[in-house]
């Protein structure tokens, strides 16, 4: 589906030479969802003024309700920077120290009291993923709060995946526990305190936390989530594989706030303004954690932080959640803001193609569909390891990385593969699943040895790795 989306990307380009950057972003988005690639509201701005805001699609795929600007949606991981803020908040109101043991506020969780309010907020707790642990044993005809999760971590004690600060892996479970810390400190619940700390001062009057099954309140002018399967909109209650929608949906922190593109550009403006936070906390904001080692965390306080050269700092987020796909984009350099809110979980999210129009740059191609215009395996690695030509590549990161590096080998390109595996774990030398990748495609080449050390470097990195430790085994009897 992604080079389909990506060949109208490149069709649209031909049509559109000439235009100014408003009228691309606007034909980028026509075409997707002409191509139903796209249903939701866009909002991007340059310093204090919004220059595109368009609404696509339905908010109601049953009633045919439009969106509109005021559409309410649920913003899925892109609540993270939120909870994340409202620790800050807490911070300066001296109610709590980022360095604090976490077990201070919950200590039912005393097995891990080695791990830090810092560490939650920085993804590099350790505390292993609570939807994965749940699965097994809630009862799905409940619904789940975040005082469930530290009932099942009290009572199952699952291993930390690594010691804390020592390396970093996204956790959901962290701003979960986060939320309960906020509500411990401020004596509000999760809701309230970002309500009357965040929300009411910014006059974000469209914004709130939200549970839409677990309170059955009902929301005006509200988008529903979707997913398209068998050429039907469907809700994901309604799909056996999304139903975890249903009883994780008294969960909050890591998710649940909803909002709209004005009432994010209202908080976009104020963290630009450094309203609410004191200097100390926006500049941690705007900065990633540090591991153990001195070497920089991918993520901070709520926010994905990078130094790119051709579009200078950027603090960005993206949410993901059966029916909704979401991105916040800050670019603190240029202070350009994108928003994208999407009520279609298939649709496209083509923020690198926004944000090359803003910088004037052109569309970027999948690393695919490069090499079937004729780019060599090392003409691409190139532009991979260059710090400007990379961002005319899509999806450039580990995994987009590794999705080519397989594509390759099921096309018999073995040499081609193996050279694209050894680029990623160069690129990402703590990952696990890079290391694994790369031994696959050498235990394919019949390179056994070769193939050995990088399984037994993927289970240093990830012990958990059963796929390495069975395939290791199975090499050394041979």
């Known amino acids: 589906m992604k080079s389909i989306l990506y060949v109208l990307i490149i069709v649209f380009v031909q049509t559109v030479f000439g235009q100014n950057k408003t009228q691309k972003i606007d034909s980028l988005f026509t075409s997707l969802y002409n191509s139903n690639k796209f249903n939701g509201n866009i909002l991007i701005a340059e310093k204090d003024s919004i220059i595109f805001t368009k609404s696509f699609g339905y908010a109601n795929e049953s009633t045919k309700e439009k969106l509109n600007e005021n559409t309410i949606f649920e913003l ?56 994965a642990l749940m699965d097994t044993i809630w009862d799905k005809s409940k619904i789940a709060t975040n005082k469930d999760i530290i009932k099942i971590l009290e009572k199952q004690q699952p291993n930390e995946l690594f010691e804390p600060n020592t390396k970093e892996e996204y956790s959901n479970t962290g701003y979960a526990l986060l939320a309960t810390i906020i509500e411990k400190t401020s004596g509000k619940t999760y809701a309230e305190f970002l309500e009357s700390a965040i929300f009411k001062p910014l006059k974000m009057t469209r914004t709130f936390v939200y549970h839409r099954r677990f309170s059955g309140k009902k929301i005006k002018n509200y988008a529903v989530g979707y997913l398209y399967l068998n050429g039907d909109y469907i809700l994901p209650d309604d ?27 209202k908080w976009n403006r104020a963290l630009k303004n450094n309203k609410l936070l004191s200097k100390e906390s ?3 904001i ?14 901070g306080y709520g926010w994905r932080v990078l130094d790119t050269e051709p579009f200078g700092k950027i603090a960005r987020h993206s949410g993901a959640w059966p029916g909704y796909l979401t991105y916040i984009e800050r670019d603190l350099d240029t202070d350009k803001t994108i928003i994208i809110l999407q009520n279609h979980y298939n649709g496209a999210m083509p923020k ?25 395996v090392d003409e691409i690695i190139a532009w991979l390891k260059n710090p400007v030509s990379k961002y005319l590549i899509d999806d450039f990161y580990e995994d987009g990385v590794n999705k080519f590096g397989y594509e390759l080998l099921k096309q018999g390109k073995n040499e081609s593969a193996v050279k694209i595996f050894e680029y990623n774990t160069n690129a990402n030398p703590k990952s696990s699943n890079a290391f694994d990748s790369l031994g696959e495609c050498l235990l394919k080449m019949n390179y056994k040895e070769q193939a050995k050390k990088a399984y037994e470097k993927s289970l240093e990195l990830d012990p958990t790795n059963k796929n390495a430790e069975s395939i290791i085994s199975n090499l050394k009897r041979e």
């Open 352 to 376: 690198q193609a926004v944000q090359n129009i803003l910088y004037g740059m052109p569309i970027p191609k999948t690393m695919e569909i490069l090499y079937r215009e004729g780019k060599t």
């Open 76 to 131: 899925a991981s892109c609540t993270k920077p939120f909870t994340a803020m409202a620790i800050l908040i807490l911070k300066d109101q001296g109610k709590l120290n980022l360095d604090d043991k976490i077990s201070k506020y919950i200590p039912e969780l005393y097995k891990y009291n080695n791990i830090t309010i810092r560490n939650l907020m920085n993804h590099t707790g350790g505390i292993p993923d609570y939807m």
């Open 282 to 284: 926006l500049k941690l």
């Open 239 to 265: 799909y056996e594989r999304s139903k975890f929608v249903f009883w994780l949906d008294g969960v909050e922190g890591d998710g649940t706030v909803n909002s709209t593109i004005n009432d994010l550009y």
């Open 286 to 299: 705007n900065s990633n954690g540090i591991l153990s080692d001195g070497t920089l965390a991918h993520h």
